[in-house]
């Protein structure tokens, strides 16, 4: 795997972002001899794909080795999954010592790198990124956590991994819906901080297929610099929220039969939407980007009332004083801070009105 870049978060140590094939060797590459014991921790798909191999390259290396998993979705990645598998490590006498390696999309990631944020207190954990939609985001930045039916990662925490493998190879075996999923993730990251990025989504959302190790080497880019630069989303980091005040009502209020990424493309036309009716961004670009996400055959409207989301914004992180707040772009490619702000406060009707 080539070398992207590292992250490094001003609390801790830096740590590799890899990208390429072959994962297992990867691994091996950056496994510390400290580790005597491992978690492969997957869904069923991804342990089934991609765990077995690395749990076997790791015994071979004289590794003991845990392997768990859970079913995939959504649905799965809550306290009830975490405590399972928790109880599992502990039965197995997993220590301190150990490095969960989680496998798969976010799911995976965000239970896995929980798990190892609070397991005795914190132990390492590598994330191995096999969607799209994790390589680009879940992976990087360190934000784990689980929903609840209050709404989406309500509880989690943050906690760095020291390696992020990018498995391109993986993304072959990946239904075309996940591709689009993470494309929506591409389309934000480009939508933020890199117009280039978002000519060439334009320029290939006829026809989706895997992208090149390019295209997801600069949506990384513009990840990778805003979690350096504010690792605990204490200013900037908000802004990687464009499109998720919404998105994450939206899988709420569908009990996550919108999927993430399908939610945020919803969420990012809707609160531009709203911006080009506030004067903050122009409505040539809201029409860009709805027509950007259409092509890349991503929802642009909301598969549910109003009302009906509405309940799960109160319970967005970046509500504050019960005001609910939104991360706007200022136009294509460009996101700054607002009056020392880098969130805006919206309104109940406008969001109402921005709806359709
Ligand atoms: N922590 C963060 O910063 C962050 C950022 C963005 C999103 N997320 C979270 O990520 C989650 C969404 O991630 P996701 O879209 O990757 O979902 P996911 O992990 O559920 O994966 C989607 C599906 O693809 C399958 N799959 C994974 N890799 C595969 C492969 N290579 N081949 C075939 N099938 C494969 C999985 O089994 C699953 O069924 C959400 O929970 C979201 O909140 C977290």
Redesign the pocket.
């Known amino acids: 795997m080539k070398h992207l870049c590292d992250i490094r978060p001003s609390d801790g140590d830096p740590y590799p972002v890899l990208c390429g094939g072959d994962s297992a060797t990867a691994l091996a590459s950056v496994w510390r001899a400290e580790w005597r014991q491992a978690v492969v921790l997957g869904?069923?798909?991804?342990s089934e794909?991609?765990g077995r191999s690395i749990a076997s390259g790791l015994r071979t290396r004289g590794c003991e080795v845990l392997e768990l998993e859970f079913p995939?979705?959504?649905d799965h990645?809550n306290r009830a999954t975490k405590e399972r598998l928790e109880d599992a490590m502990l039965s197995a006498h997993i220590e301190r010592g150990a490095c969960i390696v989680a496998v798969?999309?976010?799911?995976?990631?965000?239970v896995g790198?929980f798990i190892a944020a609070t397991y005795l207190r914190g132990i390492a954990h590598i994330n191995v990124a096999?969607?799209l939609?994790?390589q680009v985001?879940?992976a990087?930045?360190g934000?784990?956590?689980v929903?609840t039916p209050h709404g989406?990662?309500l509880i989690g925490a943050f906690h760095h991994p020291r390696a992020v493998l990018l498995d391109v190879d993986?993304?072959g075996?990946?239904?075309t819906a996940?591709l689009r999923?993470?494309l929506a993730?591409c389309a934000k990251h480009a939508t933020l901080r890199d117009e280039l990025l978002f000519i060439e989504l334009e320029r290939l959302a006829d026809d989706v297929r895997p992208p090149s190790a390019e295209l997801i080497q600069r949506s990384v880019a513009v990840k990778a610099a805003i979690v350096s630069a504010d690792p605990f989303e204490r200013g900037e980091r908000a802004v990687l929220n464009f499109g998720h005040t919404v998105g994450h009502a939206l899988e709420a209020a569908t009990n996550h039969a919108l999927?993430?990424?399908a939610a945020i493309a919803v969420g990012m036309v809707i609160e531009s939407r709203l911006a080009a009716r506030r004067g903050w961004l122009d409505a040539s670009d809201l029409t860009r980007l709805s027509t950007l996400l259409t092509r890349l055959g991503l929802p642009v409207h909301a598969p549910c009332s109003f009302e009906r989301a509405a309940p799960f914004f109160s319970g967005d992180k970046k509500t504050t004083a019960g005001r609910i707040r939104c991360a706007i772009p200022e136009r294509i490619g460009i996101v700054r801070a607002y009056e020392g702000s880098w969130t805006r406060v919206v309104t109940q009707a406008e969001l109402r009105e921005a709806w359709t």
């Open positions: 869904d069923t798909t991804t794909l991609f995939p979705g959504e990645k798969g999309g976010g799911v995976p990631l965000d790198g096999t969607t939609l994790a985001d879940a990087i930045g934000k784990t956590g929903n989406k990662n993986a993304l075996s990946l239904p996940e999923y993470g993730e999927p993430h990424g």
